[in-house]
Each structure stands twice: as structure tokens, then as C-alpha cells.
């Protein structure tokens, strides 16, 4: 071990976790991404995390604001390197040794418990049309060179977090004996894989049983589970009473036949939303994760790879920037609220001896007021789609969609929840809540039945993009979310 690698394997030492710490440190992680209008200051995320158990996180950068704030609380964490640094890194050694010497050398020395490197994220989903394939690999064996360089090869391990959708089983055989990684780039992977392998590091995946049911109108509801409330799946001796073990093993058979039969397995995403969807909502969420904490408090693992698993959660905390491409529900992954609370009861020890989540200390509301539809206002009806459209163009307004949270509010409800959004959005400016006369402030909570007008955050970040630069965007999204 180099003399620098070794000092800091000592600082790590001194800086570990009490005992009965280190036992949460192998329990569930979570992934923490950032990419909301009004973060939380990481400092007090870190403090939730340690007030829950929580002891590995997986990030999707490697952002100092947010990677200084686990300096010496023993958190484990998971570094990435995001899709966009792939072609630099791929083209250029230097860079990744520049990389490595910023983010994980700097950290390291800071007392941040670096595990991981991610080398993109999802590089090869199909709805990227190959952007990566050609640069993803030479990315990460640049990346590992330059750990090992660093003296860092051995304790810190290289992964490429990949979709499920990087394997599959043939429609005529849907069973997990019958997977094998997609043929468009089966050697491809087989060649990461084997890569990986051989630098002792694991095969991390992204399994999503909400997606399953999502993207199938006809796939089984109680499949998506782990209650046992569905017609189980046989295949070759094994029985499959989830979508999530048949997911995991229909992986670990496409492995075996890519030559790596033993190769470690870590779950990088599994979760459920809670909102954004017909069956994205609390009473769902709160199903799937009882029953997966129970399973991971059992240790059983999958029929073909039983005992311990290593997961991450997704996601920490709901991200209201996320881009909706992939659904409305992109943006309500979270355990915990925009503001830190938690959604819901939950027991992360799933064993039954643990306690409800913790919410984030500390956190700062604007005042109470809300901007509302100016149901007086003259001609209001004249330029009221534009203005609901540059409100929902600017903010989140995803409750309002088809079978959400906020589905159910009356024609002028949806105005008011578009215009509020919008306000909050922009910190309350009352320049936020004109719209031309058609919106005014009120103190008196707009909240409606289960849907929530939400009072935004102080923002701690200065990260708000300020109200006289943002786009004006027409995209009609009146029509999307059936609003007028």
C-alpha cells in the first residue's frame, strides 16, 4: 500500500462508525440525488441519515457540497462520474487521473468513506440510442488505471450502475433460465463483465418491479410484491413468487453465461414512487417496501443466490427537476418529502424491532401563503391556458396528472395548484403571482382533500434559478394534465 493510501486507511480508521453503527452500515443504503429546486443542506441530510441507521449512500456525482457533508460520519459512499464525463474520460488517461485526484484522493484525505466509483449511470438504456456503447467501457478501464495509480485499486472499486434492461429473457421462454444480456450488446458486456470480475468488483443493477407493472397494462399486480399473493413462476426446481427475485436471477443466469457464474451482485435502485401514477401512491409503496425489508431482514436472497444482499433504496428524498420522459412518477421516489419528512411508517430494519424514519432537523419554511386562482378578475378566462401553461412549464405539477395525488381538484383547483407551485417555486416572489391579474396571495391554506399545496423551503443553495431568466416555454401542457 502506497504511503498516502495507507494514512488515509488509517484516518478512515479513527473516523469509523461506534459498533452499533458500523452493524447499520450493513444494512440497506440509499440513493441521494440532488436534483431539486430547493435541496435540504447536506449537513442535515448526513444527520438524518445517521439518525435512521443509515450508513451507505449511493450519489449520482460527485458534488463537493454534498460529498464534504459525509466527512467523518462514517458513511459509506458511492462516487459517480456522470454519463456526460464519459467521452472525456474514455478519450484522455489524464482525466480520469485528474478525476480520481479531486474527487476521490481530496475527499479520502477530507475523511469522506469513499466504496465506490460509478462510471456513468445507465449508460446503455435503449432510449439513448447508443450514445455510450462506444465509450463506457474505455471510461472505466481509464477510471480503474487511474485507482490503481493512485494506490486506491484495491479498497475502492470501479462499477458501471446498470438498467435491468441490459438482459432479458425471449418473450416465447419469460423465465430467468432463458436471460441473457441483449444481443445488440452481448459482448460488449460480456467484456465489462469480465473486466469487473477481475478487479474483485460487483455487478450493480437497477430493478424496478413498479416498472414492470408500469410498462404492462397485463402484468399481475400482486407479482410486483412480496406477500406471497400471486400464481408463483417455476423454472428449472426454482419457484418465483416476485417479479424482483426472477429480475435479480434471470441477471445472475445471463452472468453465468458471460463466464462469470460468481460474480457479486449489488442492487443500485430498487424502490417504489408515491405519486405521478394509478399505482404510484403511498398504500403501494408502503406494501412493496414492507415486504422488501422483511426479505433483506431474512437474508434469504433469491432462490439461485440466497443469503445477503448489498441494496440501495431509491430514492432519498423526492426531486422535483427530474426530467418526466420516463413518466410523471420520476419525480416522487422519494421516502421523504421535498421538505424531509417521511412519507410514511417504515421500519428500514424490517425486522419489526426498528423505529419509524426520522425526519430532517432544522428545516426552514417560507411564510404561509399561497397563490390562488383571482376567480374576480376580469376577462379571466382570456389568457388563463398560457398561464397555466408557463406555471406547470416552470414547476412540477405531476400531482395533477392522470390518476395522481391532486387528479381529483375542480377546474379551478387545478389553476390554483399550477399558479402555487409556480409561487413557491420561485421563493414566493410576488412577481409570481400575477399572471396578468388572473392569480392573488392568500394566507388561508389552498390545500384540498389528499391533495397537498405545498409551502416551499428556504433554500439553502442559491440554486433557484431566478425568476427573470427563466425560458417561456408554450408547450401545451393544459392537455397533458387536462386541467381546463
Known amino acids: 500500500m502506497a504511503p498516502r493510501a495507507a494514512a488515509v486507511a488509517l484516518l478512515l480508521l479513527l473516523l469509523a462508525p461506534p459498533a452499533a453503527a458500523a452493524a447499520a452500515a450493513s444494512s440497506v443504503g440509499v440513493n441521494w440525488g440532488t436534483m431539486m429546486s430547493h435541496p435540504i443542506h447536506p449537513s442535515a441530510v448526513v444527520g438524518m441519515l445517521r439518525a435512521n441507521g443509515i450508513y451507505r449512500v449511493k450519489l449520482f456525482d460527485a458534488d463537493p457540497w454534498t460529498v464534504a457533508a459525509l466527512a467523518g460520519s462514517g458513511v459509506q459512499a458511492m462516487l459517480a462520474a456522470p454519463n456526460d464525463k464519459l467521452e472525456s474520460l474514455a478519450r484522455d488517461p489524464r482525466r480520469a487521473r485528474d478525476w480520481v485526484r479531486h474527487n476521490v484522493t481530496a475527499n479520502l484525505n477530507a475523511g469522506v468513506d469513499v466504496r465506490y466509483v460509478a462510471v456513468g449511470n445507465e449508460p446503455f438504456l435503449k432510449s439513448y440510442n447508443g450514445s455510450f456503447i462506444n465509450i463506457t467501457f474505455p471510461a472505466l478501464k481509464n477510471m480503474q488505471r487511474a485507482l490503481d495509480e493512485a494506490g486506491f485499486g484495491q479498497r475502492i472499486k470501479v462499477v458501471v450502475p446498470l438498467n435491468a434492461d441490459v438482459y432479458s429473457s425471449p418473450d416465447n421462454k419469460p ?35 413498479f416498472l414492470s407493472l408500469y410498462q404492462n397494462p397485463n402484468f399481475p399486480l400482486n407479482f410486483s410484491f412480496f406477500d406471497g399473493a400471486t400464481k408463483p413462476v417455476y423454472d428449472q426446481g426454482m419457484v ?3 417479479v424482483f427475485d426472477a429480475n435479480f436471477d434471470t441477471l445472475v443466469w445471463s452472468l453465468r453465461k458471460a463466464g462469470v457464474p460468481d460474480m457479486g451482485i449489488i ?3 430498487v424502490g417504489w414512487p408515491t405519486d405521478g401514477d394509478k399505482n404510484a401512491n403511498i398504500r403501494y409503496a408502503q406494501r412493496f417496501y414492507s415486504g422488501f425489508l422483511k426479505k433483506m431482514a431474512k437474508n434469504v436472497g433469491t432462490p439461485l443466490r440466497p443469503g445477503h444482499m448489498e441494496v440501495y433504496l431509491f430514492a432519498l428524498i423526492d426531486e422535483n427537476q ?13 421516502l421523504f418529502t421535498y421538505d424531509g419528512k417521511p412519507k410514511f411508517a417504515m421500519d428500514l430494519s424490517g425486522n419489526g424491532k426498528g423505529n419509524d424514519l426520522a425526519e430532517v432537523k432544522g428545516v426552514q419554511y417560507l411564510p404561509s401563503q399561497w397563490c390562488v386562482f383571482n376567480k374576480d378578475a376580469k376577462d379571466k378566462y382570456k389568457d388563463l391556458p398560457a398561464s397555466v401553461n408557463y406555471a406547470c412549464s416552470n414547476a412540477d ?22 399558479f402555487n407551485i409556480y409561487f413557491q417555486t420561485m421563493d414566493q416572489d410576488v412577481r409570481a403571482c400575477s399572471f396578468g391579474g388572473l392569480a392573488k396571495i392568500t394566507t388561508t391554506n389552498a390545500s384540498q382533500g389528499g391533495c397537498l399545496f405545498p409551502v416551499q423551503i428556504l433554500s439553502v443553495s442559491g440554486r433557484v434559478v431566478p425568476l427573470l431568466f427563466l425560458p417561456i416555454s408554450l408547450v401545451l401542457l393544459v392537455s397533458v394534465f387536462s386541467i381546463l
Not at 427530474?322 to 422519494?334: D, I, M, Q, T, Y
Open 322 to 334: 427530474k426530467s418526466v420522459l420516463p413518466g410523471r412518477f420520476e419525480r416522487h421516489w422519494g
Open 267 to 269: 442492487v443500485g435502485e
Open 397 to 418: 405539477c405531476t400531482p395533477l396528472g392522470y390518476g395522481s395525488s391532486c387528479n381529483g381538484l375542480s377546474h379551478d383547483g387545478n389553476i390554483s395548484y399550477a
Open 240 to 242: 418465483y413468487t416476485n
Open 175 to 209: 423465465v430467468p433460465s432463458a436471460g441473457s444480456f441483449r444481443k445488440d450488446i452481448n459482448a460488449l458486456m460480456v467484456d465489462i463483465v469480465n473486466f469487473l470480475h477481475a478487479n474483485d468488483a460487483p455487478f450493480v443493477v437497477n430493478i424496478y418491479p
